[in-house]
């Protein structure tokens, strides 16, 4: 088993002075690492039992859809605000370092639906709060959030609504 840490590079003061960075660019690049993190994200989402996997914006989606096919799973977009065609239902965040948003097409779940939200990192807890409301809102039952990485001392956790949640690296 790979240790997937050691494929997370860390970038001093970006976005801004203060933020480290932890930039997943060298995981991806690596076919093997990028593999088994598609295989293990895969194993946390299943043991869940999703039925959907909605992924974030636009970390998210590198490892959301390889997760969603390898599960044989719905793939669901939470994108920026304006990059939807159809209607849809929006949702505002801060983030450790300024604000964002995400929308979800209004009909892109179905009342009932099992889903696991899952993003790239888990920091203060604002993207993935914003998607499983969302996700709610059109009558989901968010069952899990999964992310590659979490920082810990940021309190992300707190933000996900009872939603039990993990990572495959923890900071």
Known sequence: MLDLRRYVRDIPDFPK????????????????????TVQRLAALVAGHGAEVVAAVESRGFIFGAPVAVRLGLPFVPLRKPGKLPFRTRHGRYDLEYGSDGIEIHEDALTHGARVVVLDDLLATGGTAGTAIRLARELGAAVVGAVFVVELAALGGRERLGGVPASALIVY
């Open 17 to 36: 002075p203060g933020i480290l960075y932890r930039d997943l660019t060298p995981l991806m690049g690596d076919g093997a690492a990028f593999a088994e």
